[in-house]
């Protein structure tokens, strides 16, 4: 089994920015792609950005130029960095990860007020 802990979750004012990560652990052997996924009250789970074991990166159009994923394979982490947020970033964020099966971390709260 791997775990996920995300962290780096909070409040924070339109235009600001914050800093989420996630740590991965436990029967790791090798991580394929890693991706941070986001939901929003009463909206589907969706796709935030992704990043390949090589370091390719695809981000949702809402989110492009503003987030950036990154990602430490010696240290099995991945980062999002969040930049000129807005209230419509407001959401549960989830890290996930493959490595033959899916893993999904617990969530962090990001709210942005206006």
């Known amino acids: 089994q791997v775990q996920l802990v995300e962290s780096g979750g909070g409040l924070v004012q339109a235009g600001g920015s914050l800093r989420l990560s996630c740590a991965a652990s436990?029967?790791?052997?090798?991580?394929?792609?890693m991706a941070w996924y986001r939901q929003a009250p009463g909206k589907q789970r969706e796709l935030v950005a992704f990043?390949?074991?090589?370091?390719?990166?695809t981000y949702a159009d809402s989110v492009k130029g503003r987030f950036t994923i990154s990602r430490d394979n010696a240290k099995n982490t991945v980062t999002l960095q969040m930049n000129s947020l807005k209230p419509e970033d407001t959401a549960v964020y989830y890290c996930?990860?493959?490595?033959?099966?899916?893993?999904w971390g617990q969530g962090t709260q990001v709210t942005v007020s206006s």
């Open positions: 996930h990860a493959v490595q033959r099966n899916v893993y």
């Open positions: 436990g029967s790791i052997f090798s991580l394929q792609r």
């Open positions: 990043i390949t074991t090589g370091g390719t990166t």
